[in-house]
DNA sequence: TTATATACCTAAAAAACTTATGTATATAAT
DNA sequence: ATTATATACATAAGTTTTTTAGGTATATAA
């Protein structure tokens, strides 16, 4: 995770809404996407995001197929329907955390600020 | 952090933060004052707040007061110099990680929401 | 032939947090 | 009287998550 240390638990919700939105991913993928979508601030590293990954597949929340693409081996991961249910419920725990910490840091009420 | 796991090393950020606007706070009412804020859905828990301070105050950013009040002892906490330099940078660190948080969980700009 | 990119993986260690426990005083409820 | 709750501090064992460091392998650019 690069120099960030702040992700814990939230790399579990990365990973279950890139997969809602792009039916298949490979763990190699998500570490470019999480990178491009943060304009390099986010960097996911392999010992965590492996792990992560086989995780949530003990969990049965992914399901995993393995394809041969140019001699190279890519183990692509899709959410199980549990899986589908998850995703929902993990941003919506997320999204409320963040609310309740822009609740403490952010106290005042900014003007042009809509929820 | 009671029920909700999320976003590790936010906890020193909250309380730094506090400290800033209070000036001086003693553990319980760190915990009173983040309940109050959220409504009751972040609750800290004792063994994750005083090894935080502790370990704060070990870094030189806090430093501590005894008083005693009513028979009973509090211990309050105020921030360093290096301290009040530490809340800037902590604070744009967790904003700067939430906001790349967002972009990954929520690609869409929703018309509305400003920054 | 060396470095970089792609692509998977694991294992030891560090860090943060939960859970459980302990001490002590004060007050409200049974 | 005694139990439960609130206030107020603290630590220690265990779990989970992440970092750091290492390993394997192919392809391409320098």
Do not use: C, W
């Amino acid at each position: 995770m690069s120099n960030n240390n702040l992700i814990k638990g939230s790399l579990q919700t990365i990973i279950l809404k890139l997969l809602e939105e792009n039916e298949k991913m490979y763990g190699y993928e998500i570490t470019q996407r999480v990178k491009e979508l943060t304009s390099g601030e986010i960097k996911i590293t392999e010992g965590a995001l492996y792990p992560a990954l086989h995780k949530l597949e003990a969990e049965g929340l992914l399901t995993t197929e393995i394809q041969q693409v140019d001699n190279r081996v890519r183990k692509y991961y899709s959410l199980t329907k549990d899986g589908q249910k998850e995703v929902t419920s993990k941003l919506s725990e997320l999204q409320g955390f963040v609310e309740n910490l822009q609740r403490i840091l952010n106290p005042e009420i900014k003007p042009g600020f809509n929820i």
